[in-house]
């Protein structure tokens, strides 16, 4: 009977799909930062302007020239002329001299001639015009100098990086209002199989609702791609060939949620490997679940066939279109996966040789956490509707013991 | 000069935050289950199918009654008379009687009269129309049984979660095509200041790009709600007074950054202490940085005063509004939040008593992570742009050393 010649390690798996890539795309478009949240920067982005845009200060207090407060203390303070109040918002409209302060509110612009803030909880006032200070400043103190954030010609985001609240914010201060980015990936479903029927049909006996379309779909919005919904095909070569080279034709990647029986799995990578060059490059991956795995590049687009069940499609969504989808996308600077650290609550065996990924609900217990591993049967759906995350067991491993640390990958929200 | 009366710690501020607000708001709105992605569901799903549908193997194999293959081995098979293969898709059109099998393949609807399904590779096929059987198998080995997965009135998610792709497809496999959940909270956002003009207007001297409205806008729409923009308004009380009257009234929660001056944040708190009962809950709390911030509940709906500074801005963000944006979502069962376990770099001080919050860079060191932390002035906007997470210092310890473990809360994507 058919089975898979040789079983390849998932990270090696990957390796070679990456490396079977041609070169990236790398046309881009603009947008409006504000509207730029989670895209892909396209270029590194350069500081026209510096940040702050002026002597600045961070404290509410009296601008000063720190060489007059030289010596000042409690029992000695030393008295200082105040010559005005700096208005928010605006320049003022004096300077500070030998001997001068200036009332000054955090943000406000330091005065010309002032070097330095003195704290208003460090100063009281001894007459109408005038103020005592008991704390001497140094040069720059409480002050942020023109250009100290960020200097003009800076690069300050990088090209590849994913845009957050935090860059977009940085972006506005520096009036960088457009940012060329890259164009969402489009990546096409298929999904097969004679038994499968859309979710809104009512099955009839044999029959099952189509649900790895929406669950990829969904993920591979929130990896930062565009889902295309390529339909239902029956297991059928001539009608998956004729889909296939539709879906290569108008997207950038294609997965196919093929049949799980085996002449399923077998067609469909004969089908996959008519489609470009260089075809077919992985056809099993030691990995449990998700091993029938089919990865492959078709003139430089990748293809996955995929577990037509639904928890081992999820599993290797996580493990192999993620990554895909993300450089697709122009990701090349990807921040370091969180994960939480917990207890294994019970022994779990594992076949040496294979990763494992299984299950779990974390559960808090005491100033940590327990993960419970799921146990399941292949095809049950509501497996990973009721898991907070997956572990992975590594292939030297035959287990892993009941109060062992585990790291719990979270599905993500 | 005034100060805050009394320091709150931050866990203790956000309780009392919590504990004034009212009733929750208990409406709801249908959505189709494919659109309703990162959604609150507003009550218990309850199934109205078994999942599967009918007996269903897993397997690529044989249909058979489990007791025929008694005592079955390599070296005294078992034969079976074929008397059919299941359609995919479809039921059989036959049954399994004593001494007979039927091809079937994963997925497939069980024949009437099997009980269990023995996998391919443990057949042989002898004649044409006859196999070995090399294994025993039990009753149901290899097999879902009707219901197995879920049964008729189970209910399969539970009021107050968050759907994910998982959940969404265990929904879609039961034909439940459409959801009641919570509609999103409206979240009204006012900055505050002089000296603050809209990101596309050049800054004259004295003035600074608003870029907090943004940067909350991003994670109020991140963790589940809808930011309606209220414009930038000078430092004046009456006009604060209006604007927030008409916040309150159009929003279900108000966001304001307030100018960071004293004399502000103070006008700022009486202000929202007119607006509804209780009024201001907290003025300060002891936390770094963002001190300065103000709790509020006016007549059922949350206000929050935080400081005009972005990165104090950010964090007390993710510290309180997040949680109470989720809330008013209607989440009731979070998830565990990740993080990521690293050594910290260098030795950090704090002050004893005080909630620290450092923004770290995460750097991957042999087999773990390193967390460097960042080192700002206040007002500086471009320290979180170059931060992975942020580090906790809790207000017992003085500081953290080199070296030691520490969790890193990462910044939402």
Request: glycine fraction near 10%; proline fraction near 8%; charged fraction near 20%.
């Amino acid at each position: 009977m058919p089975e898979f010649i040789q079983l390849i390690p998932p990270q090696d798996a990957l390796a070679r799909w990456f490396e079977a890539l041609g070169l990236p795309d790398l046309s881009h478009e603009e947008l409006e930062t504000i509207h730029s949240l989670n895209r892909v920067t396209a270029e590194d982005v350069i500081a026209q302007e510096p940040l702050p845009a002026f002597h600045r200060t961070n404290v509410d207090g009296y601008a000063v020239r720190a060489a007059d407060t030289h010596g000042a203390s409690e029992s000695l303070p030393v008295y200082l002329r105040i010559v005005g109040e700096v208005p928010m918002g605006d320049a003022p409209r004096f300077q500070v001299s030998l001997g001068e302060a200036a009332l000054i509110h955090t943000g406000g612009m330091l005065p010309e001639g002032a070097d330095a803030v003195v704290m208003l909880e460090q100063t009281q006032t001894s007459r109408m015009d005038e103020i005592e200070v008991y704390k001497a400043v140094g040069h720059g103190e409480n002050v942020l100098f023109k250009g100290e954030d960020v200097e003009v010609g800076q690069m300050v985001v990088p090209a590849g990086v994913r845009l957050r609240p935090e860059e977009i914010g940085g972006l506005l201060a520096l009036g960088i209002t457009r940012v060329k980015i890259r164009p969402l990936p489009r990546v096409g479903i298929i999904s097969s199989g004679d038994e499968v029927i859309p979710p809104h049909h009512v099955p009839k006996p044999g029959q099952v609702r189509d649900i790895n379309s929406y669950t990829l779909a969904s993920l591979v919005e929130k990896v930062g791609g565009t889902p295309q919904f390529l339909g239902i095909i029956p297991d059928s070569p001539d009608i998956l060939e004729e889909r296939l080279a539709y879906a290569l034709r108008n997207n950038d990647m294609v997965l196919i949620t093929a049949g799980s029986s085996a002449s399923t799995r077998d067609f469909t990578a004969s089908v996959i490997a008519r489609m470009g060059k260089p075809g077919v490059l992985v056809h099993g991956v030691n990995i449990k679940p998700g091993k029938p795995t089919i990865l492959a590049v078709c003139d430089g687009k990748p293809v996955i066939g995929m577990p037509g069940n639904p928890v081992s499609a999820l599993v290797i969504a996580h493990l192999f279109v993620q990554p895909m989808v993300e450089f697709l996308s122009g990701l090349r600077l990807g921040r370091p996966v969180p994960s939480l650290s917990a207890r294994l609550s019970v022994n779990i065996a594992s076949q040496a040789g294979r990763e494992d990924y299984i299950p779990v609900r974390v559960i808090r217990e005491g100033n940590g956490y327990a993960a419970e591993p799921i146990f399941y049967k292949s095809n049950f759906i509501f497996t990973l509707a009721s898991a907070d995350g997956l572990i992975r067991i590594p292939p030297d491993a035959t287990g892993i013991s009941a109060g062992e640390p585990v790291e719990v990958l979270f599905l993500r929200n």
